[in-house]
């Protein structure tokens, strides 16, 4: 936050020589939690130098992981947080924020303008999606996916909310009905909270015929489960994925 009592900079200019040797960035002092997602984008979090980051106090549990963050240990407690990727494998997974081009995401429906999706695919076995609201008042947003990009098959797919103990980032667990032509729930979303959800089912056409190869998936991959140039395996195949939903749309620019 550009104050007085930094001179006017922001602490990532004020850092820059040593951003070549951190890990995790920790944004903390002055910022307001409350202000607009580009600003969370831009400011408080570390994506824009590739790195993952804190939040200081509690922070906001929804906002934060839209950008990758959680709470810092000695202010709040992370650990519902971090329950929750081990408990999805995020280490194995492929973070596609509403930022990218083509995410596999989207929230629609009035008023649902500042509402935010980002996805941690793991393609063809799961995703965790984390669902925040910049919005004033609580909205109904429809929540569509992109079930080709996520190599999930959306007739057998789940969506549910997993319990989540805590204060700062309580929330009850609760099922939601895919239902429809498109498979598509629609949320109710709390002002200033959100949703951590994640999307389980079986696996799309593009992973069976895979496994329809010679080798299979593990024989191209080998067992370390790496894909090409050392990509781990499903990011290679969501990044894939991603290209081929693209190219189908008629996208111009489709990496």
């Not at 007739?155 to 549910?160: D, I, P």
Request: glycine share 14%; charged share 20%; net charge negative.
């Amino acid at each position: 936050m550009l104050t007085d009592q930094y001179g006017k900079v922001s602490p990532a200019l004020q850092f820059m020589h040593l951003l070549a040797y951190v890990d995790t960035l920790w944004f903390g002092e002055g910022y307001d939690y409350n202000e607009s997602p580009e600003y969370w984008l831009v400011e408080v979090s570390g994506l824009p130098f590739g790195l993952m980051g804190d939040m200081m106090r509690e922070g906001n549990a929804w906002r934060g992981m839209v950008y990758g963050m959680s709470s810092r240990f000695r202010g709040a407690d992370p650990s519902p947080i971090w329950d929750l990727w081990d408990v999805f494998g995020i280490e194995n997974a492929t973070m596609i924020g509403y930022w990218q081009p083509d995410p596999p995401t989207a929230l629609t429906g009035e008023g649902c303008g500042e509402v935010r999706a980002t996805t941690y695919v793991r393609y063809g076995r799961s995703a965790l999606i984390a669902i925040a609201s910049w919005e004033h008042e609580p909205v109904s947003c429809r929540l569509a996916f992109d079930y080709t990009s996520l190599g999930i098959r959306p007739s057998l797919a789940k969506l549910r909310a997993p319990h989540l103990r805590g204060g700062h980032v309580g929330q009850a667990a609760a099922d939601f009905a895919l239902e429809g032509p498109n498979y598509a729930p629609t949320l109710h979303v709390p002002s200033g909270r959100g949703w951590l959800l994640m999307l389980e089912g079986g696996a799309g056409e593009m992973v069976e015929a895979e496994h329809d190869q010679p080798g299979g998936r593990e024989g191209r991959e080998g067992r370390g489960g790496r894909g090409p140039l050392g990509v781990p395996g499903e990011a290679a195949h969501a990044a894939a994925a991603r290209r081929q939903a693209c190219r189908a749309r008629g996208g111009a620019h489709c990496q």
